[in-house]
């Protein structure tokens, strides 16, 4: 997939259908006088459906269809017929996906299944028919219920990939060679900064036929916060990390100075980064010997770290079991890590901090009319 077809945030209009109306109809026979009411209910309204698709890995199918609409219930009619139900709208969108309000940035719902279904708005009721209204001191009720409205809404789609361990890192820092070589995922490989353009996610196997998933993002720089480079924007697809891993050069100036650059722009993206666990991949050492090793380990900062090279293969089996064992060290912290992983995506969007390509915030206009049988007062001289 193209970097431009990595769509991970899209802004849209839904509308549920709204219901039909009640029909105030009379019974009309030949020979059967006073057939009394027989108005049918009307349909109930479409509606708007969010379902998970595992087969889905970015938004872009959403990025060009920016209204969603459902249809409406039609009236009800004679001979107490129920009018159609309005069609209903199903938006398929990737695992991971998360529903925020357009004009509040309100947190509304979170897709993480597939074939999991949300019901983001609801169709409206249909009406009662006047035959519902039929009392022995009324028995020729002229009236019936018009349907509920539609609801509607703007809303902003969010993806954030579904990983358990992310890669943080400068650009060239090799996140994607080492992602590349522990994993079938193909990332982009370059030598120049921001090879990578789009999040990449690869399985990564261990022993016993287990595997866990990592996610590789551009990498970030010094005042990514405040929009140089590709800024924080892709950082989303690592607030679902149980473990975030750190992967900086061996040929660093400074390791420990650039690890704590990377962490404070991760806490100025979003303060409950820093629970996380961490680790530390000083990749490239197939430029060191063991004695640059061992004075590297004196002024690295204090979390696990391991010694990596992806082009020779050196460390990554020890890469392997600490993510491992970090990952499974502690069944409690295991799903603390759930917990705070879930205020970490169940907060509120700032929705004065982002910004969406070609916004269109017109709302369609609703030319549908109300299915409402009228009648003839003639036609109830019986009574």
Same mark, same amino acid.
């Given at each position: ?6 769509? %991970?945030?899209?802004? /849209?209009?839904?509308?549920? &259908?709204? +219901? @039909?109306? #009640?029909?105030? $109809? *009379? ?87 597939? %074939?999991?279904?949300? /019901?983001?708005?609801?169709? &409206?009721? +249909? @009406?009662? #028919?006047?035959? $519902? *209204? ?96 590709? &800024? ?152």
């Amino acid at each position: 997939m193209s970097e431009s077809n990595f769509v %991970d945030y899209v802004k /849209i209009y839904c509308r549920s &259908g709204k +219901g @039909g109306r #009640g029909s105030s $109809h *009379f019974r009309r026979e030949k020979y059967v006088p006073k057939g009394g009411p027989d108005g049918g209910d009307g349909g109930e309204g479409g509606d708007i459906v969010l379902r998970g698709n595992r087969n889905y890995w970015t938004l872009l199918h959403l990025r060009y269809e920016r209204h969603i609409m459902a249809g409406h219930g039609e009236g009800g009619s004679r001979r107490n017929s129920s009018g159609k139900m309005g069609q209903s709208r199903v938006i398929e969108v990737p695992c991971g996906t998360v529903v925020y309000d357009a004009l509040t940035g309100e947190y509304i719902c979170d897709i993480t299944n597939h %074939d999991e279904e949300v /019901i983001l708005l609801k169709g &409206g009721q +249909g @009406g009662l #028919g006047n035959t $519902h *209204f039929k009392t022995s001191t009324n028995q020729a009720p002229r009236y019936a219920q018009p349907g509920e409205p539609f609801e509607e809404r703007w809303i902003i789609l969010e993806l954030k990939l579904l990983a358990d361990v992310g890669l943080v890192g400068f650009p060239n820092a090799g996140k994607s060679t080492l992602l590349s070589v522990v994993s079938a995922a193909k990332p982009k490989i370059d030598n120049y900064p921001f090879t990578t353009l789009k999040p990449s996610i690869g399985i990564v196997s261990y022993h016993d036929n287990q595997s866990f998933v990592m996610a590789d993002i551009p990498g970030i720089i010094e005042g990514a916060s405040e929009g140089k480079g590709l &800024g924080l924007r892709f950082l989303r697809h690592i607030e679902r990390n149980s473990l975030l891993l750190f992967v900086i050069p061996a040929d660093s100036d400074d390791i420990k100075t650039e690890f704590n650059i990377l962490l404070n722009e991760l806490t100025q993206y979003n303060p409950e980064l820093i629970d996380k666990k961490r680790l530390l991949a000083i990749s490239k050492t197939d430029l060191l010997d063991d004695e640059l090793m061992d004075a590297i380990s004196q002024e690295l900062p204090d979390i696990p770290y391991v010694f990596i090279s992806a082009v020779t293969n050196y460390g990554l089996s020890d890469l392997k079991d600490l993510i491992w064992k970090e990952l499974n060290t502690d069944e409690n912290k295991v799903q603390e890590s759930e917990i705070d992983r879930d205020s970490l995506i169940h907060r509120d969007l700032d929705i004065k901090s982002i910004v969406i390509e070609e916004e269109d915030d017109d709302i369609p206009v609703d030319e549908s009319e109300d299915d409402d049988e009228e009648y003839d007062d003639d036609d109830y001289s019986f009574y």
